[in-house]
């Protein structure tokens, strides 16, 4: 029997998968697999738009350990992005070792939130757009439709859920440290 949730946790875990080729690719073919990590990312992406909904039609409607470590998945995804960008040398190796470690302090001090995972994630995201559009522009420029395309179709859950609840969460980070 068809089961919507688990074809979603599938794609989750997928994802995972995607990840750890990068950091294969970083190491064993550098530079030259850039074509292969933003295809890889760009299927990261569009599997990270589709999973929830996916899950949602389930008619089992249960949670799971890998729906519930979606955030997370969506971390190593980008983690392992920025070891690509590094091993690849797109980015150097001090500037790469001091972003992560930051991060890992970050995290360390106030925990997982989601927030500040989302936070970390962006600018190793925007990195490889830049560098893909510096140096194979048409993927590149695949990458920034896609990202417009995503944003304008959940423009709704953007402007009222995501973006909303990502700056009271960092206020409330910021209060907390605070107090």
Not at 56 to 67: D, E, F, L
Not at 108 to 136: C, E, H
């Amino acid at each position: 029997m068809f089961d919507a949730k688990l074809v979603a946790d599938c794609i989750t875990a997928g994802r995972g998968i995607l990840g750890f080729v990068m950091i294969w690719l970083g190491f064993s073919q550098g530079e030259d697999a850039l074509p292969v990590v933003v295809t890889l990312m760009l299927l990261d992406w569009t599997g990270d738009f589709v999973d929830g909904t996916i899950a949602k039609r389930s008619r089992h409607p249960r949670r799971t350990w890998i729906g519930d470590s979606d955030v997370y998945v969506d971390f190593f995804m980008s983690v392992a992005l920025g070891i690509y960008l590094i091993a690849a040398g797109f980015v150097g190796f001090a500037l790469g070792f001091w972003y992560i470690l930051g991060w890992i302090l970050i995290l360390w001090r106030f925990g997982l939130d989601r927030n500040l995972l989302m936070l970390a994630q962006a600018p190793i995201y925007l990195w490889l757009i830049l560098t893909a559009l510096r140096l194979i522009p048409e993927s590149g420029v695949w990458m920034v439709i896609w990202v417009a395309v995503a944003v304008t179709i959940n423009w709704r859950r953007f402007s009222r859920d995501i973006v909303p609840k990502f700056i009271h969460g960092m206020t409330s980070i910021w209060r907390d440290r605070h107090t």
